[in-house]
């Protein structure tokens, strides 16, 4: 039983893609996630359709109600995939195999895939059913709606990793993710307000660089504390 | 390789499970843990996995006098029944995940054999949720051994196992013991006839 | 802790000091043309109810204070594994909350006195709920984890990112909110980065009052810090004292 010859080094990145190609043939084969996810969007967009009724709404609220919607979304969704691994106990395979960044990384990407698809459905649904939502600089909605996914994603895959090791999860996920998305969910308000307006793509600059470092300060501190959140 | 504990105590809400465990091991020993239900066996077992952390001591593998190269993952192989497998995925896709979760290339060749070694290969396409808790235990040290690991735990090695099952353990049990470091946790002693080192957790509070 | 703060008798002096501060603040009469040392500006509008500067203020920035304080301690915490880091870490976040509940519904008031209504969204109100509301996550997860030295850990952690998260506070609220929502009618207070500064004026006998309030809520805050972690520290102690005579 001495040591093997021929599997070479441990690569960083072959353990994190395996954390995620794990996440995701698992989600491809029993779609628990996805599926959940999309009727919950589905029926945000339904309750948000009725209660504006005939009359609608200004296309500025409109703009906060498509981020309160993915917001939402994103709290139903992006849990899972810490939460699974300790209802069903094998979060300790994953710490006796995989090094803690590589997990990190793993799920990360999973989640941004995740929101990536969920937001481009909820936004199609959102112009198809809603009257007056409308976009007049495409540019500036595109990148708003990649950068607030991202930024959306990284917070929440961090906080997720902290509530799965907690007892109520469910409530826990949204009550702690809400404060510190705020500057994020604020910014790409604003920005999809500019965006509706008709705004130059420089005057939501400052909004983009906002979103910019947001993510890379959250994404920072995420490797940097995810080995306390995560090792026991 | 050289497994080094020292002073090993863990606190658990207050509750002292154990203080003060010491071993130090090298490739050909064996280490017994022994102790009552709940005193802990399993506890010992996850820190020295390093997944668990201590209250305080450390436990230290190193190789030729430095820390190991790469993560301590790569020379670890446990088998426990606290570690769950995934009941969407096949045995075969376990053993893939085995080498690609550590960051290794796979071994499907040398996962096929281990296989047929444990017993599972007629069923290795099918998924975890199917298999009886004999055969999940067979998954287990599949998992544990592919990437050759130096270092084996076992905890309750023959938990689920029948008569066969148990001569597969007894065998893989002697070839670590002859090239590696074996540790094993258990209260049923007939499970290990020699080994080097003890550890008995009954010791202390009555 | 430390020997040398309990024998001077420092408790004592604040008290005095503190009760100074409020007859002070409370007595001193404000006049349109303060031409005594011991009168203060009128502020057009509010007269007495300025008054409430010299207490909102101070819990505001305590409550900012005891959230950094508890980061750092966090920190420690998450450097040694020792649990009396922990429990410094936790007292100052629970006086945290105080300040900041007491901080958001004095603010709540003054904006009743200024602008007529309780809440007004603008940068300091909105800052001030956001930190009451990380305040609340903090305790709602803590009470989630039972193991000590997890609830311990995360609590740790969920602080560093709540703080990396604050200059964000600072600087996007006052953009973002300006625009989302009108001026409110009548703007005295101003913004320094989202904390409340204020823009009255005030002459020397107020500024120094003001001051001295800052400084007495400042030693009352610490002084209740110091009885919340030498309770739990003695709880600690003994709770850890039973294992070892083992």
Redesign the interface.
């Known amino acids: 039983?001495?040591?093997?010859v021929?599997?070479?080094?441990?690569?960083?990145?072959?353990?994190a893609?395996?954390?995620f190609?794990?996440d995701w043939?698992?989600e491809l084969?029993?779609r628990y996630a996805v599926s959940a996810l999309l009727m919950f969007v589905l029926t945000t967009i339904a309750i948000v359709l009725f209660a504006l009724g005939t009359e609608g709404a200004p296309p500025h609220a409109l703009a906060g109600m498509l981020w309160v919607v993915i917001f939402f979304s994103g709290m139903s969704g992006l849990a899972r995939i810490f939460v699974t691994e300790e209802e069903?106990?094998?979060a300790?395979?994953?710490?006796?195999?995989?090094?803690p960044s590589?997990v990190y990384t793993g799920k990360l990407l999973f989640n941004l895939v995740l929101v990536y698809a969920v937001n481009t459905v909820a936004v199609l649904l959102f112009f198809f059913f809603i009257q007056g939502f409308e976009v007049r600089t495409v540019s500036i909605f595109l990148v708003t709606l990649f950068l607030g996914s991202t930024g959306l994603a990284v917070m929440a895959t961090?906080?997720a990793a902290?509530?799965a090791?907690?007892?109520?999860k469910g409530t826990?996920f949204p009550?702690?993710s809400?404060?510190?998305l705020?500057?994020l969910l604020?910014?790409v308000?604003?920005a999809t307000q500019l965006a509706a307006e008709g705004a130059f793509f420089a005057e939501a600059g400052?909004e983009f660089q906002?979103l910019i470092?947001?993510i890379g300060?959250?994404l920072t501190?995420s490797y940097l504390?995810f080995d306390?959140?995560w090792?026991? | 390789m050289k497994v080094e504990a020292r002073g090993i105590r863990k606190v658990f809400n207050r509750r002292v499970i154990f203080r003060d465990v010491s071993f130090s091991l090298e490739e050909g020993k064996v280490l017994l843990v022994t102790g009552r239900n709940g005193s802990g066996k399993s506890t010992l077992v996850k820190i020295v996995s390093h997944v668990l952390s201590p209250t305080a001591g450390s436990v230290t593998f190193t190789d030729g006098g430095g820390p190991v190269k790469g993560a301590v993952a790569r020379h670890l192989g446990l088998v426990s029944p606290y570690l769950q497998l995934y009941d969407e995925f096949t045995a075969s896709e376990h053993l893939d995940m085995a080498m690609t979760l550590r960051g290794l290339r796979p071994d499907p060749a040398g996962a096929d054999a281990l296989l047929e070694r444990v017993g599972l290969f007629p069923r290795r396409n099918d998924p975890v949720r199917t298999y009886s808790s004999g055969m999940k235990q067979r998954l287990k040290y599949a998992f544990a051994l592919l990437h050759r690991p130096a270092v084996l735990l076992l905890d309750e090695p023959m938990s689920n196992l029948d008569a066969e099952g148990i001569g597969m353990v007894r065998g893989v049990m002697d070839e670590q013991r002859a090239a590696g470091i074996l540790v094993v946790a258990t209260n049923d002693l007939t499970d290990l006839e020699r080994y080097d080192e003890r550890v008995d957790l009954n010791g202390g509070k009555p | 802790m430390s020997g040398k703060i309990r024998a001077f008798p420092w408790k004592g002096l604040l008290g005095v000091w503190t009760t100074l501060v409020i007859v002070l603040a409370l007595a001193l009469p404000m006049v349109p043309q303060p031409r005594f040392w011991y009168e203060f500006p009128i502020v057009p509008g509010l007269e007495d109810k300025a008054r409430i500067i010299f207490f909102h203020v101070p819990t505001a920035w305590l409550s900012v204070l005891a959230f950094v304080s508890s980061m750092v301690y966090g920190i420690r915490y998450l450097r040694t594994k020792d649990l009396r880091w922990d429990l410094r870490s936790a007292s100052a976040a629970g006086l945290g909350l105080l300040f900041c509940v007491l901080a958001t519904v004095t603010g709540a008031i003054w904006a009743k006195f200024s602008w007529g209504t309780f809440w007004n969204w603008d940068p300091r109100q909105t800052s001030i709920f956001v930190l009451l509301l990380i305040y609340g996550a903090y305790f709602a997860l803590r009470s989630a984890v039972e193991v000590e030295e997890k609830r311990a850990s995360l609590a740790a952690v969920y602080a560093v990112i709540a703080g990396v998260v604050m200059p964000f506070f600072m600087f996007v609220i006052p953009r973002v909110l300006e625009s989302l929502h009108p001026e409110p009618l009548v703007n005295l207070e101003g913004s320094v980065g989202g904390l409340p500064a204020p823009k009255l004026q005030m002459n020397g006998t107020m500024l120094a009052v003001f001051l001295a309030s800052l400084a007495a809520f400042t030693g009352v805050y610490y002084w209740m810090w110091t009885l919340r972690v030498r309770a739990a520290a003695l709880e600690l102690r003994r709770a850890t004292e039973g294992e070892n005579r083992d």
Not at chain 1, 1 to 4: F, G, L, Q, T, V
Not at chain 1, 165 to 168: G, L, R
């Open positions: 039983m001495s040591a093997p021929h599997t070479g080094r441990p690569s960083w990145i072959r353990s893609l395996a954390v190609l794990k043939n698992s084969r029993t069903r106990g094998t300790m395979t994953l710490q006796l195999t995989a090094p590589a961090l906080i902290i509530i090791k907690a007892n109520t826990l009550v702690l809400f404060p510190l705020l500057p604020l910014a308000i604003k400052g906002i470092s947001y300060a959250v501190v504390v306390y959140v090792k026991d």
